[in-house]
């Protein structure tokens, strides 16, 4: 064993490599776990071992991590639901019907209460997430709005103001399906400090 001892060479490793070693391997370990925090199969579902791993190392996961994506509105529960919904009007409100749905006539129907068609909400919905991500240049690029316009858009209007859609059985000052007509605002659009 002496004789063992005496073939090692004796080599002049500065410290800071062995910190540089241990920041490799560190950062190794960390890409492994994206690797399989991305193709997360039948071991779990995906952001599992980025959770796991972060409540090991005392990390908190934060909340926006909760959702990776935005929620379709239909699987949501109030209050989310109805501050979900609350957003939805102001875009459809703000930047649909201004900008791209004229005046209703018998082959282009309107409701201005569609928030209470669940068709209309959920098609509307579906559109205005795809608005969200088509109309960031960093997630699209500058072809984005014409993807939302073509693939998006144009389909959600005509199958919303289509005589078989949602609307059909609205007419202009006249509803022919049971509206609700509220006698206080709607859910959605009372805060919850009122």
Known sequence: MA???E???ELDVPVGMFQDIEDLKAQVASLKTLVNQLTAGEEGEPGEALADEEETAGGETAAEDEWQYPPFILLLDPPQY???LRALIEWVEGVLVPGYLAEPSADARWCHLWFEHPVAVARL?????AWQELTDPATCGYTGPSVWHRDHLDPCVR???GSSGPFGGCTKGEHQIGHRMPITVPSAWRHADD
């Not at 919905?125 to 997430?129: D, S, T």
């Open 7 to 9: 073939d090692i060479p």
């Open 3 to 5: 004789d063992d001892a």
């Open 82 to 84: 109805d501050d979900e």
């Open 125 to 129: 919905h579906a559109c205005w997430l």
């Open 159 to 161: 199958e919303l103001r």
